[in-house]
């Protein structure tokens, strides 16, 4: 135990030093492989004080163990949010932050440049190298705007680069009857940290091959939908989402009865929607989707990529407009207009006009202003989304998987000297958002490249860098039909003060309960998942607000009327 305590000691120094090297990373790219390069001794420090602690009983090992664990999953977004929180409590001039996403922003613009440029058939090298150039120059004012604020700084910034991470109780503060069920891998080892309003422990399994190979089998089905072999189909669906259940969830059971589960992935099973575990098996292989016992039946579920980020500062609402909802329903490629960072606009996009009836629903539901057609550029979308709670995106979207910072939502193309109407996932985190909660509501939102130490990088989470602390997403592409279905119902939920999660599961299970036995394959419901925070959005419907305005006045019209006629009527009795 002596060993195992010095051992533990010597980690916590290592994490340090580990947090001071990173703060002299100033791009993303080298702080991605940083990440991947000490996770596994992040992972291994963490599995130290698991061991502690069952060899102590003392806690605080348990919580330096659960500090570890965080450290390993996404360094960059802990840096994003003690930004948020930094701002929101006033600790530092804004200006700052606003200054580091202006630069990474710019840097990651001529990165897009050069990547465009080296896969073009005529490509120039004179440019490239004055886009390195320009990028190197960047870099460097980054450094020195870094130094500037560990000199005037130096709390926000200790706070932001060395590791002072979020305390158990501040967590257990805020889960109003949640569960926190964060995962962990390790070697050949699950960990599974349990935090409930009252408890806090960790669980352990050791997951085989089977649990590894169900995880892409199980993938399979989802993205697929129903097939021509339905039998076939059913059985590899009930047979992984019963073995993930048995391990994943079943050794918490006793800590999520009638509870709402805040799911913290790791690693490969950062793909899957938990909603879709089988708590029991059928009683019968004949494929009917409709009376499986999902995990979603009994659980409301959302996800995050760090506990920590569920202590995001609420955004304040006042003198806000309640829904932007964009809708580019055309793409076309003719435009005149050319952007300083000017990339070729995709061509035979198909146009989406049901995505048009969408948009403007929702809008007629929560209130606010529709942005269609050729309102619906970039720059509309820049200039408009620091103006509304709620920001709804229905578009197409372009996901690179090498590069995910380059994936991108395909606006409007109105003529722009500007902007070249792809909206860049770089682009969107440096945001100056003031939306409460993002709904996208394009296909593959939530798919992007898995990396170690980082977690998985998409189009959602460049919302949550700008500090935007609820996103709705999609995991792969949906249906039309169903889709819009979906997220209209959730929309109602919300309307009527839900938070974000219980509207989403509750339109969830609505559809299931209104659809048949087969289009209640989890194909069509589970690719809508919800990330962040889940407070309730306040919102107030114009239409709805104006009815009661002139329904009142009508009322008080007939009053008066009426007390008129009958003061008359008197005195011609008089």
């Not at 005037?152 to 305390?167: F, L, M, N, S």
């Not at 793409?331 to 969408?358: N, R």
């Amino acid at each position: 135990l002596h060993c195992l305590k010095l051992s533990g000691q010597n980690y916590v120094v290592a994490g340090n030093v580990l947090d001071r090297i990173r703060s002299t990373y100033s791009s993303e790219e080298s702080n991605i492989q940083f990440s991947g390069n000490v996770r596994q001794t992040l992972q291994k420090a963490m599995k130290t004080h698991i061991d502690l602690f069952r060899g102590t009983g003392d806690s605080i090992y348990l919580a330096e163990a659960f500090r570890f664990s965080e450290k390993s999953k996404s360094a960059l977004l802990m840096q994003a949010f003690h930004d948020q929180e930094e701002l929101a409590y006033g600790t530092i001039p804004g200006e700052f932050p606003a200054k580091e996403k202006i630069l990474k922003n710019k840097i990651a613009g001529y990165k897009k440049l050069i990547h465009d440029e080296m896969l073009s058939p005529s490509s120039n090298a004179l440019k490239i190298d004055i886009w390195n150039e320009e990028i190197f120059n960047l870099e460097r004012e980054f450094e020195t705007l870094t130094q500037h604020i560990k000199k005037e700084y130096p709390d926000y910034y200790a706070r932001k680069y060395e590791g002072k991470g979020t305390t158990i109780p501040a967590l257990r503060e805020r889960l109003n009857n949640e569960v926190i069920l964060e995962y962990a891998f390790c070697d050949s080892l699950l960990y599974c940290f349990v935090i409930t309003d009252r408890q806090f422990n960790v669980l352990e399994s050791q997951p085989g091959q089977d649990f590894y190979k169900s995880v892409p089998a199980l993938l399979d089905v989802l993205q697929q939908g129903p097939t021509v072999e339905p039998e076939e189909q059913f059985k590899a669906f009930v047979n992984a989402s019963l073995l993930f259940y048995n391990l994943l969830i079943k050794p918490a059971s006793s800590h999520i009865q009638g509870k709402k589960l805040i799911i913290v992935p790791d690693g490969v099973i950062s793909h899957i929607p938990f909603e879709t575990f089988l708590t029991e098996p059928p009683t019968t292989m004949v494929p009917n989707y409709k009376d499986l016992k999902f995990l979603m039946t009994t659980n409301c579920i959302r996800y995050s990529y760090l506990a920590s980020t569920l202590l995001m500062p609420q955004k304040k609402a006042r003198g806000m407009k309640a829904m932007g909802a964009f809708a580019p329903v055309e793409y076309h490629v003719e435009v005149s207009g050319q952007s300083v960072f000017k990339t070729d606009y995709p061509q035979g996009l198909a146009s989406l006009p049901a995505s048009l009836e969408e948009a403007e629903k929702a809008r007629d539901i929560i209130g606010g202003d529709l942005f269609a057609k050729d309102n619906a550029g970039e720059g509309a979308f820049k200039s408009s989304c620091t103006d509304y709670q709620i920001l709804h995106l229905s578009t197409h979207t372009l996901i690179d998987p090498l590069n995910p910072a380059f994936s991108r939502f395909v606006m409007y193309n109105t003529p722009d000297s500007l902007e070249d109407n792809m909206l860049n996932a770089f682009e969107i985190s440096s945001l100056p958002l003031n939306a409460s909660l993002v709904v996208l509501s394009s296909c593959n939102t939530g798919t992007g490249r898995l990396y170690s130490g980082e977690g998985v990088f998409n189009l959602a989470r460049g919302f949550l860098y700008a500090g935007v602390p609820s996103v709705v997403m999609t995991l792969w592409e949906i249906d039309d039909n169903v889709g819009s279905e979906i997220i209209l119902k959730f929309y109602n939920n919300l309307r009527k003060e839900m938070p974000a999660d219980e509207a989403l599961w509750h339109a969830k299970l609505s559809y299931i309960k209104e659809s048949d036995r087969m289009r209640s394959h989890p194909y069509f419901w589970s690719a809508f998942v919800n990330i962040g925070n889940s407070n309730p959005v306040s919102v107030k419907n114009p239409a709805w607000w104006n009815y009661g305005i002139v329904l009142t006045i009508c009322l008080a019209g007939l009053a008066a009327g009426f007390a008129a006629l009958k003061n008359r009527k008197k005195k011609q009795a008089t």
